[in-house]
Every structure is written in structure tokens, then in C-alpha cells.
């Protein structure tokens, strides 16, 4: 329908000093609270986000993700028109429209709490959006009728939003907004307020109404899972900044910093303290305990190509690439202090150079082993999956 271009768009909050004083309502004192998290502050005010760019494909699916207060939902809200943007250029097709009202813009939102109202009937709800465009009662029982059966809600349009699940209502407000085809979908956190077994229901739901309707969709979440599942491709954010975009693949396989690495993957990436060392015949090791791991050809391909030095690094490996078994060579020696029977595999939480780490091991593969808390386990790493950090900076050196 409509591809969505953001040009260095910037958000910022004025100082309560730079603000005009008038009478203040909740919704003014919302800048204060963004004081609390780590966004810079200048002279005009606080940047909410900075420098945002990024260009989504008509019919992408694309999903801003992070921690609260890293600025997701403001960049949502300045595409909806909710919230005015500081600087920057933002199209949605051909057409500027950081002017432009948000009822102009032929976007639909899908909030967090559903906002549907509550006096109306599901069928009303749906018709609602339609009302205000003037539809006629024809073509707005098609498209209503038509809406409801691509989500499973038909058996519920006479009833009311009081009598529905959690589940049934987030439908609903799906509904209102793909009922008049917008060009671009935004959805805020829509699955926040369900619980873990209906977030997977919905999460299926979402994939299967993105196939099923020729619409742009920019997605909000905290959750990793979610963005890894949903999006085509992935923007993850920090402190009002883009970290990385990417497939969820490429940011899985090649996180470009230590938050990235950190912030993608369920558990989260292990970090160790080591060294980045050449042999004499020039290919890279990492050095973690006792342990040397000599990296994989394509990882020394892109760290010959940037000449990158013998130094202290942080090594960063995902829990799943970490093995028990015997290898040539010394091994990392750690204690098991945790184990988590997960029904497929255990998660070892072991400590191991003052340091915890995690450990995957399918339950197929533990043979006799002795995995309970208190075990000696000794590991070593997957080659193609190390991941070397500068401590500093946290930049992945494969790619600085």
C-alpha cells in the first residue's frame, strides 16, 4: 500500500524552563519522566530519539524493539501524527506529511489496552472508523463482515466488549483498524496485556492477518520474542538511538554490539573476559580461562580485513553454542550452580571464571553426565559462533 521514509527525525522534550507556562495536564508532564532513563540532554531539552532513519518497503513488516524508554513508541507515535516531530523529514508514500493530521494521513493504530468502547457492540466498534468516513450501509456491512471473518470474530458482533476474553477484545481492535484498509498498520504493544499462551495464539494470528491483507505494518514491542517471530526486519533501539536494523537472523548471527548481543536471543548472550591473540600463522584465537578457541574462517576473513590487533576483548558466546564435550585442547572449568530441567534440553547456569554463563544441553546428549548443582563441567566454544567485543565501546570487531 504505502512505503513509510523517515529522515533524521528527532524528538525533543523542552525543559520545564523552555516550556510556555500554562495549566499542566498529565499528558504534559510525560517529558519529566523521561528524565529518568539514560537520553541525552541538550540546551533545547530531552532527545527522545535521534537521528532516526530508515526507509520501510511497501507491505514490510518491521518491528521497533528495546528496553522501556528507549524511544520505540514516541518514533510510533510521531508516524501516527500523535506526536510532533522536532526535526527530520517523515513520508508515507510520495507525500511529507509531518504537517499533515493524523485522520489525513490513512493510518490505523492498534493501542495497548484496546481502547474500544465499551457502550458498543463489536459490530459498532467495527463500524465506528467507517461512520466517520461516511461509508454507505452497504459497503460497510461488507467490509465489516469482511474484517470479522479474516480474524474469527463473526460469532461475537452483537456482543459487547465486557463479554469478551482479553484475546476476543485485541481482535476487535485489530478489526477497527484494518476495516478501512489503511495504508500503513501501527500496532503499540498489542499483545502486552495477554497472557503467555494467548501472546503465542496472537503472535500466529498477527502472521496470518499480515498475509492476508495488502498493508505496512510498524510494530511496538519490549519483547525479543516477538520481534524475532514477527518482522521481516527488526530496529532495535536504545536511549533514543537505532543500535542495528536487520533481519531477525542478521541480528541473531551478527549482533553489531554488546546490547545488541545482550538484548537478542533468549537467554541472553554469555560474556566473557579474554583475549583476541594471533597464532605464527597468523589466524585469530580467542584465549577464555584455561581455554584457547581458534575462530572460524569466515570470522577471520572479516577480522584480517580490518587488521584488527592482538587485544583484550569481551567474548561473547550464545548459550546454545557452548559444548561439554572433550575437545582437543584445555577447556573452560566451571561450577554448576543452577539446573533447569526444561523438558527438550537443561539450562546449566554455571559459574565459571567469577563470571555466570548459561549452557544449553539437549537432554539427548546427556548421557551419564552429572549436571545437578555443585558439578565440575568443563566447555569450549562453537568456532563460528565467538563473538569478539572492544571492552570500551562494546562494538562487535567484525564489523568496526
Known amino acids: 500500500m504505502a512505503t513509510v521514509t523517515l529522515k533524521h527525525i528527532q524528538k525533543i522534550y523542552p525543559n520545564a524552563e523552555n516550556t510556555p507556562k500554562k495549566k499542566k495536564g498529565k499528558k504534559d508532564e510525560e517529558p519529566v519522566e523521561k528524565k529518568s532513563y539514560q537520553l ?8 527522545a530519539v535521534d537521528d532516526f532513519n530508515l526507509e520501510i518497503k511497501d507491505r514490510e513488516f518491521v518491528v521497533l524493539v528495546g528496553p ?8 510510533l507515535r510521531m508516524i501516527a ?23 489525513d494521513r490513512d493510518i490505523a493504530m492498534v493501542f495497548q489496552n484496546y481502547a474500544l468502547y465499551p457502550h458498543m457492540t463489536v459490530r ?89 491483507i495488502n498493508t505496512t505494518f510498524v510494530y511496538v514491542t519490549h519483547d525479543q520474542t516477538e520481534a524475532m517471530t514477527l518482522g521481516d526486519r527488526i530496529v532495535i533501539m536504545k536511549d533514543g538511538e537505532v543500535q542495528q536494523i536487520g533481519t531477525p ?53 572479516n577480522l584480517a580485513e580490518r587488521n584488527t590487533e592482538e587485544q583484550d576483548v569481551i567474548v561473547g558466546v550464545r548459550p546454545e553454542h557452548i559444548t561439554l564435550d572433550k575437545r582437543d585442547g584445555a577447556m573452560v572449568k566451571g561450577t554448576v550452580d543452577v539446573s533447569e530441567m526444561m523438558g527438550s534440553s537443561i539450562h546449566l547456569h554455571i559459574n565459571a571464571d567469577g563470571k555466570d554463563c548459561i549452557v544449553i544441553v539437549p537432554t539427548l546428549d546427556l548421557g551419564e553426565k552429572d549436571l545437578s548443582a555443585g558439578a565440575e563441567v568443563d566447555f569450549t566454544f562453537a568456532p563460528n559462533a565467538i563473538h569478539v567485543f572492544d571492552p570500551e565501546s562494546g562494538k562487535n570487531l567484525e564489523y568496526v
Do not use: H
Not at 522501556?68 to 518514533?75: D, E, I, P
Open 68 to 75: 522501556s524508554g528507549c524511544g520505540k513508541s514516541t518514533t
Open 249 to 301: 537472523q542478521e541480528v541473531f548471527n551478527n549482533p553489531i554490539n554488546t546490547f545488541v548481543a545482550g538484548f537478542i536471543g533468549t537467554p541472553q548472550m554469555n560474556m566473557f573476559d579474554g583475549k583476541l591473540i594471533k597464532g605464527a600463522d597468523g589466524r585469530y584465537a580467542v584465549c577464555v580461562g584455561n581455554a584457547t578457541v581458534v575462530m572460524s574462517d569466515d570470522k577471520q576473513k
Open 40 to 47: 541525552k540532554v541538550t540546551d533545547e531539552g530531552v532527545v
Open 124 to 212: 459498532q466498534n467495527l463500524e465506528y472508523p467507517l461512520k466517520l468516513r461516511k461509508i454507505p450501509k452497504d459497503e460497510m456491512n461488507r467490509l465489516v463482515n469482511e474484517a470479522a471473518e479474516i480474524l474469527g470474530i463473526t460469532q461475537y458482533l452483537d456482543r459487547k466488549p465486557k463479554a469478551l476474553s482479553g484475546g476476543q477484545r485485541q481482535r476487535v481492535a485489530i478489526g477497527r483498524a484494518i476495516v478501512r484498509n489503511p495504508q500503513v498498520l501501527l500496532m503499540d504493544e498489542p499483545l502486552s496485556n495477554l497472557d503467555a499462551k494467548l501472546r503465542n495464539q496472537m503472535r500466529a494470528e498477527i502472521i496470518k492477518l499480515r498475509n492476508r
Open 81 to 103: 501524527g500523535l506526536e510532533d516531530i522536532t526535526r527530520g523529514e517523515l513520508y508515507i508514500g510520495d507525500r511529507l506529511v509531518n504537517e499533515v493530521s493524523p485522520k
